[in-house]
T-cell receptor
Framework: DGGITQSPKYLFRKEGQNVTLSCEQN?????MYWYRQDPGQGLRLIYY???????QKGDIAEGYSVSREKKESFPLTVTSAQKNPTAFYLC????????????FGPGTRLTVL | KQEVTQIPAALSVPEGENLVLNCSFT??????LQWFRQDPGKGLTSLLL?????REQTSGRLNASLDKSSGRSTLYIAASQPGDSATYLC????????????FGRGTQLTVWP
């Protein structure tokens, strides 16, 4: 089955800790994205990557970092510099080109204790 | 910057009704428009993708239309069912950034038996 997997499903972080959220896709998509969703809000773009070893900041990149060492993987690190990290994090990917439909993973819910 | 608005924010209807969900966007220079469904605590499921050159797309009981010049899209749900209860999100894509989507806050739909 092709798709996007995110792990863990739930994550708890203590103040001052860095945590890493995993995102893997086997769709052979070039571009990958991280979004953050807060209650009653639309999704906001954190980072995106159009190609391996390259990524760009989205609208709310402060306090987050990413890497894209493999086409299939786009992990997101939530650093201690992110002041309000409690949220639902969604990873997505797209092949791009004319069709450009975006597909999403099941999400990771991060809670700061 | 692209702003996406969805009206109404919430909708509660009896089973069997035909529904219209509205989406408006401020910048008509879009690449495509995508409608998603989100169940509580889950990721997004793509429902329909409309390219900027298209006027509408249909899938089963769903029909989405696009009017770029007026900055509007509608999602029409025919003969609603309790299983349609979910949050529906509209997102517009910009061609200048591969796959980048701008999201509305969604319409929370409840269909009661």
């Amino acid at each position: 089955d092709g798709g996007i997997t995110q792990s863990p499903k739930y994550l708890f972080r203590k103040e001052g800790q860095n945590v890493t959220l995993s995102c893997e896709q086997n769709l052979n998509h070039d571009a990958m994205y991280w979004y953050r969703q807060d209650p009653g809000q639309g999704l906001r773009l954190i980072y995106y990557s159009q190609i391996v070893n390259d990524f760009q900041k989205g609208d709310i990149a402060e306090g987050y970092s990413v890497s894209r060492e493999k086409k299939e993987s786009f992990p997101l690190t939530v650093t201690s510099a992110q002041k309000n990290p409690t949220a639902f994090y969604l990873c997505a990917s797209t092949q791009g080109g004319l069709y450009n439909e975006q597909f999403f993973g099941p999400g990771t819910r991060l809670t700061v204790l | 910057k692209q702003e996406v608005t969805q009206i109404p924010a919430a909708l509660s209807v009896p089973e069997g009704e035909n529904l219209v969900l509205n989406c408006s966007f401020t910048d008509s220079a879009i690449y495509n428009l995508q409608w998603f469904r989100q169940d509580p605590g889950k990721g997004l499921t793509s429902l329909l993708l409309i390219q900027s050159s298209q006027r509408e797309q249909t899938s089963g009981r769903l029909n989405a239309s696009l009017d770029k010049s007026s900055g509007r899209s509608t999602l029409y749900i025919a003969a609603s069912q309790p299983g349609d209860s979910a949050t529906y999100l509209c997102a517009v894509g910009r061609g200048s950034t591969l796959g980048r989507l701008y999201f509305g806050r969604g319409t929370q739909l409840t269909v009661w038996p």
